[in-house]
């Protein structure tokens, strides 16, 4: 048998240049100079017999597939949904503020994006990492002198949704634990589970608004703990937690050095009268990685445009998780070009009455669902501060015939076209949300609904025999 080796090299322009050197390493250097990988090319038979062969084909799905698993997709898909035909479905269960189409992005980020298209300056490859332009624009318009940022410090995304996909994964290895809400975006689950994460759910307290139970949330961290998921403000809750909360969460992280990821896409979409503070701008010592996005403040959640905020001040990330962020966003090249040259557009032009107008109709319809449903028997809503829910607590033992809120919001559709999402989904049984990002006349309509639904079912405590004889 003959053998030949190459010597393959990828030069600036990556072009592939390839040379025959029978074995000889003309690098130098051997199979690890820079840039060189020499290949050694059989030209003999192969061996007449193989060790090991398939007598049959089994081909099965990996261990990562079988691991991942998204709790609202397996809830909803298994729930019998048939509304009553005679009145139209008004979904109230998916977290999408264009699905009506009451809720338009603005002109100029539309012109941002077409301009971007047209000026075909955007059709390439970008850096894994993003545009160091789009990236400037993002550090700039979340730059403040108490969380300072530049370029360096921006890794843009596939969405929100990659941003906190790599974050999990540059922080744990498997067999590590990460700490989330209960009840929380069930995302983080599903990402941690697939790469071998286990969760571990801290308790959000719904008597206090949702603030973090901080004494179990301290509880839960062991020596496997690599990371706090923090939301604020809140999806599922619509919650939005003051500067003196969030300080008392960054005290038990610093005390048991651990980094947080702050995922907050809602940032800044708080109601008229309530103020959101980023984490941020309260740390001095620990490290946050912060997520987020155009998708829900700019309201163009399929533009797939996220963006991971690097904030360290001790440096104590150093070198490695920045550079094991840019690797991994190696694995798709980065987010979409079009909408990265529209980027600093948006940023820079987008009025503030657009902002103002979208929160002011949140809270109107927050509102609305609020003063309707607090008077119907056997629900309790909490009123949010900001983002897009509003969360229903259902006293289950008062609705004989339905043993949890997926049995409710399942006879809800049934009987009057209204698909609430149960919480279940969100590890938290018995309640169930409610998106407001609907036209008006519809929340209106909804709320309604819901109020006939729990009027026939609804049934009040007797009392027991022994009350009865007193």
């Avoid at 002109?107 to 941002?112: G, R």
């Avoid at 990492?129 to 990236?135: E, L, N, P, T, V």
């Avoid at 300072?148 to 596939?158: G, H, I, R």
């Avoid at 071998?196 to 608004?209: A, F, H, I, T």
Wanted: proline share 6%; aromatic share 8%; with cysteine.
């Amino acid at each position: 048998m003959t053998s030949k080796s190459y010597v393959v090299q990828m030069n600036a322009n990556g072009v592939i240049d390839s040379t025959v050197v029978n074995g000889a390493d003309l690098t130098g250097k051997g199979a690890r100079g820079n840039g060189f990988h020499q290949v050694s090319v059989n030209k003999g038979k192969y061996p007449a017999k193989v060790k090991s062969r398939r007598q049959r084909w089994d081909v099965r799905p990996s261990e990562m597939a079988n691991k991942t698993c998204n709790p609202i997709r397996d809830i909803v898909d298994g729930m019998k949904l048939t509304p009553n035909p005679k009145k139209a479905m008004i979904a109230l269960s998916i977290g999408d503020p264009t699905v009506f189409g009451n809720l338009p992005t603005d002109a100029c980020v539309l012109k941002a994006l077409k301009d971007a298209v047209e000026s075909a300056r955007y059709n390439g490859y970008a850096p894994s990492i993003g545009y160091q332009k789009s990236r400037e624009a993002v550090a700039n318009f979340y730059n403040s002198s108490l969380a300072p940022l530049e370029a360096k410090d921006v890794v843009l995304t596939s969405g929100c949704s990659q941003a906190i996909e790599l974050c999990i994964s540059v922080l744990s290895n498997p067999g590590d634990n990460i700490l989330i809400p209960c009840p929380g975006f069930s995302l983080y689950k599903t990402i941690a589970l697939s790469i071998g994460v286990q969760v571990k759910l801290y308790n959000l307290l719904p008597e206090r608004s949702w603030e973090v139970d901080l004494e179990h949330l301290e509880s839960l961290v062991d020596e496997k703990t690599t990371c706090l998921v923090l939301t604020n403000p809140s999806n599922p809750c619509g919650s939005v937690f003051s500067k003196e909360h969030l300080e008392g969460i960054l005290k038990v992280a610093s005390k048991h050095c651990l980094p947080i990821l702050a995922d907050e896409i809602y940032g800044d979409m708080v109601f008229p009268g309530c103020t959101y503070t980023s984490l941020a701008t309260l740390s001095s010592d620990v490290p946050i990685l912060s997520c987020g996005g155009l998708a829900k403040r700019w309201l163009v959640p399929g533009w797939r445009m996220g963006w991971i905020l690097i904030h360290d001040r001790k440096e104590v990330f150093g070198s490695e998780i920045r550079k094991g962020l840019v690797k991994l966003t190696q694995l798709i090249l980065g987010a979409c070009t079009l909408v990265q040259g529209a980027l600093e557009s948006i940023l820079q032009n987008t009025p503030q009455h657009f902002y103002d107008s979208t929160t002011s109709f949140l809270k109107a319809n927050a509102e609305i669902c609020f003063k309707e449903l607090s008077t119907v028997p056997g629900l309790t809503p909490i009123m949010p501060s900001g983002a897009m829910y509003i969360m229903v607590g259902i006293d289950i033992d008062h609705f004989p015939g339905m043993k949890n809120d997926v049995e409710f919001t399942e006879l809800l559709v049934t009987e009057q076209s209204v698909f609430c999402l149960p919480t279940t989904a969100f590890d938290y049984p018995n309640f169930f949300r409610i998106v407001v990002t609907v036209p008006e006349q519809l929340m209106v309509e909804a709320c309604g609904r819901i109020r006939l639904f729990c009027q026939q079912h609804y049934l009040p405590h007797r009392a027991d025999s022994s009350e009865l004889d007193q």
